[in-house]
Every structure is written in C-alpha cells, then in structure tokens.
C-alpha cells in the first residue's frame, strides 16, 4: 500500500466546479488583482473568526512581514519567539533589522512556554509572536497577560491553525495582529502562493491596506514605504471555492489523529513510551499530526522503504540555524526543543485518508519497533 504524505487531489476535487465557475468569472471581467473575491474571502474570514479587519495578502511569510512593518518593529527591536517553528515566523522579524529572541516550548503541547517567555523580556523587547504550532492553539491568555504587564504587541502566527479554536474564540482573534497561510499544503491551501492578515484595530487596518501596495495613500503619492503584498484574484477565488469544505475537512483530520490513537493504543506503542502522540491541551486541527517517535531516524527510513510518506517537521531548531549565530540566542540552550528536534515525525492526516490506510501505517511502526 503506497501513501503519500499529502494528496492535494482530493481537496481540489471537492471544490473544483465551484474554482471553474470562479475563474471563469475572472476571465470575463479581467479583475486579476484587488478585485471582487479577495474582498469577499476577507469578509468570510473576518466574520468567521470575528475580527473587525482582515487584510489578503500575498503569502503567509507576507502577512507576517508587513504586521511587522505595520507595527513599526525596525532594528534592534527584539521580538520573542519560537524556536520551534517554520523559518518565517522569525525570517521576517530579521529582515527588518529586528532580532529573533528564540524561546523554548512546553514539551507537551510544542509551543512556547509562557514562563519562558517572561525570562525573555528585556527593554528592547517590542513583541511576542506565539505560533500555533501544527494546529493547535498557544496558551493565549497567559502570553497576552504577560504582553499588556510590559506594554509589548502580540502577533499571533495562525499559519497552521485556521479554524481552530482557543476556548470559545478562534486562534487569529486574540493578539493584535494575526497571521495565515494558504500555501497548497496548509489545511486551508491555494492554488499557488497567498496569505491573510487579521485584526480587530482599525488604524493597524489602515496601516497594512497601505503598506500592501507600496504605502500609497493616494494616487502615486506615497507617505510609507510598503510593498507589493497583494494577493491575485485566481488565489482568492481559488480560496473562497475551498473554504466551504474547511469545516469538514478539519473534523476529518481530528478523527484521523483519533483513529492513530486507538491503533497506537492497540499496538502497545504509548505504554512502552515508544511513541507519543500529539497532546490536547486545546482544539487541534492537526495541519501535521506530529509524533514523537523512539529511534526516529530509523522509524522514518522504515516507512519510506514502505512507501509511506513522512516527514520531519523541524530537523533543526532555529537558534542552530546557520543564518541565524550572530544573535545572543544561538548559544543558548533550548532543551525541550532540541529534544522535539531529534524525536518529531510527521505522518499523513490528510482529509480522505482512510481509516485501513491509519491502521497499515501504524501496524508498521509497531512492526518496526518489534524488529529493532
Ligand atoms: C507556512 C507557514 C508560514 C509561511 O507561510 P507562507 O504562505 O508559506 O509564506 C509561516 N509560519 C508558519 C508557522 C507556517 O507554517
């Protein structure tokens, strides 16, 4: 049995009467950019998760860049983070000159521990960015408590948790300014590369409308420095057709994590400590359902000789990155997120993957940890 990591067909499929009609629209009004449906996919979000404003743009690494720039984050500014997440969440923070501040995460729950972050906190510190890592949401209340004690922005990274929930309110709806991604993958994926940014602060709004297309104000007349962040309207229209499905699809992925948990349970795995699966401490909408795997390397070869797809979300923590030594954080010592480095394996949660397709990948993790 081969399966793959993702499979983007079956998403397209469900959607793509509604994509064709909407393209089709596209090519009679020759609306590319800044038209009808990028409006009407900011007015779905906005409402669905209750904010005042939301803002399509570019990309996710966009949505972030430009709160930022909005903010007024520049150089020398610290900005406190993961240092277990994606590359943008804290490649955007250096680019304008702002430093990273790496933090360690809870082990349970892989994002940042709020008590981390306090012992984090300098005079220079302008903002925290929480990430809600794999879909589930950072402990929000704690992190804006902490925020509003030092006069500091919180800017929530909703890249990987569109829809998913924190309480009663929807994570993207909490911090000042929000974050999304409709990268492919992502739970709510394009049809190429796009993103949104959200807030419930009308003259932050104003700011990013500006800083979208290159800080105009009005016609050729420039009182910012901005960019080109606009989104395209096949994206939007692409986007507005997929999120009628969203709902759904994040429902299916949590009775896949459910369906990996009972088999895991069966086989074993998690009384022995050999595999442990993603905890719930709030609603998670498994963009990646995530293990942490004994021997994890090995587990991965297995299951790629088996022509199972899996992946390891992340390899490095970001404070080993490369790029980034020239910051304090690089000698730190991160050890929750080091550990989470080397045991972390991600396995396909797909919407439409099916229940006998869990229960093979599990029978062969089980299978694997028997022979080695
Ligand atoms: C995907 C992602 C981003 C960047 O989004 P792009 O649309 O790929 O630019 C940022 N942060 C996190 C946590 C992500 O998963």
Same mark, same amino acid.
């Given at each position: 049995m081969k399966i793959p990591l993702i499979d983007l067909n079956i998403t397209f499929k469900e959607a793509e009467e509604d994509i064709r009609r909407n393209f089709d629209q596209i090519f009679s009004t020759h609306r590319y950019v800044l038209g009808p449906f990028q409006k009407e996919l900011e007015d779905v979000i906005s409402k669905k998760i209750g904010v005042k404003h939301a803002v399509s743009v570019s990309s996710g690494t966009d949505a972030l860049l430009i709160l930022l720039m909005a903010l007024g984050i520049g150089r020398d500014d610290e900005v406190i983070t993961s240092d277990f997440t994606f590359f943008a969440t804290a490649g955007t923070v250096a680019r304008l000159g702002a430093l990273p501040v790496f933090c360690d995460i809870d082990k349970d729950t892989l994002n940042i521990s709020p008590e981390a972050v306090k012992n984090l906190i300098t005079s220079r510190t302008k903002a925290i960015i929480p990430v809600h890592i794999f879909g589930q949401s950072a402990d929000m209340d704690a992190i804006m408590k902490i925020a509003e004690e030092n006069g500091l922005y919180v800017i929530e990274d909703a890249c990987q948790s569109i829809y998913s929930r924190y309480g009663e309110r929807y994570t /993207?709806?909490? /911090?000042?300014g929000s974050a999304f991604s409709f990268f492919p993958s992502k739970n709510l994926g394009g049809l190429g590369d796009a993103g949104m940014v959200t807030t419930s602060d009308t003259e932050l709004y104003e700011r990013i409308i500006y800083l979208r297309n290159h800080g105009q104000t009005s016609g050729y007349f420039h009182t910012m420095i901005g960019g080109n962040f606009r989104m395209d309207e096949f994206q939007a229209a692409g986007l507005l057709a997929k999120e009628k499905h969203l709902e759904k699809n994040n429902t299916l992925r949590k009775k896949n994590a459910m369906h990996y948990r009972g088999f895991f349970e069966a086989e074993g795995l998690l009384e022995k400590g050999l595999v442990k699966v993603p905890f719930e401490r709030f609603d998670h909408i498994y963009h990646q359902y995530v293990i942490q795997a004994e021997d994890r390397d090995n587990l991965k070869e297995y299951l790629s000789e088996n022509d199972i797809g899996c992946a390891v979300?992340?390899?490095?923590p970001l404070h080993k990155q490369p790029c980034f030594n020239y910051l304090s954080s690089a000698s730190r010592k991160y050890p929750v997120t080091e550990e989470a480095c080397s045991r972390a394996l991600g396995l396909p949660v797909y919407p439409g993957l099916e229940e006998k397709a869990i229960e093979h990948i599990a029978g062969k993790i089980s299978e694997f940890y028997k022979r080695h």
């Open positions: /993207g709806s909490i /911090g000042h979300y992340y390899p490095l």
